[in-house]
C-alpha cells in the first residue's frame, strides 16, 4: 500500500496559478502510475484530470484542462504534482492525487487507482 499526502489547495482568483503537490511513502517501489481526480460540487463522480507514467513520465490530461494544467513528477523524492494555471469558476473542487494499479489499467477510471489521498480544496472565485 501507499500512502498519498495531498497539498497546496487554496482560495484563488480566476486567472490564477497554484501548485498542488502529493506525497507519497509506504511501498513506493511498486508506483507504475499515478493520476489527479478532482470532485466537482454537484458532481457524483470523482473526474479524471491527468495521469503520468511513473517511469517515463508520460502524461495525459483532460481536456478540460490540457493547456492550463501540467502533472509531473520526482521519482527521487517520490512526490507528485499539478501545477495549474489560467484557473477557472468550474476548476473548483476537491482534488485527490492516487496511485494507478498499473499501466494496463485504463487512466481515465477512478476504479484503476488503488490508492488515495484525502484531498486539497481548490475554490476558484470570480
Known amino acids: 500500500q501507499v500512502q498519498l499526502v495531498e497539498s497546496g489547495g487554496g482560495l484563488v482568483q480566476t486567472g490564477s496559478s497554484l501548485r498542488l503537490s502529493c506525497a507519497a511513502s509506504g511501498r513506493t517501489s511498486t508506483i507504475e502510475a499515478m493520476g489527479w481526480f478532482r470532485q466537482i460540487p454537484g458532481h457524483q463522480e470523482r473526474e479524471f484530470v491527468a495521469?503520468?507514467?511513473?517511469?517515463?513520465?508520460?502524461?495525459v490530461h483532460d481536456d478540460s484542462v490540457k493547456g492550463r494544467f501540467a502533472i509531473s513528477r520526482d521519482r527521487t523524492e517520490n512526490m507528485l504534482y499539478l501545477q495549474m494555471s489560467a484557473l477557472k469558476s468550474e476548476d473548483t473542487g476537491l482534488y485527490y492525487c492516487a496511485r494507478r494499479r498499473s499501466l494496463a489499467t485504463f487512466y481515465r477510471s477512478a476504479a484503476s487507482y488503488d490508492d488515495w489521498g484525502q484531498g486539497t480544496q481548490v475554490t476558484v472565485s470570480s
Open positions: 495521469s503520468i507514467a511513473w517511469e517515463t513520465g508520460n502524461s
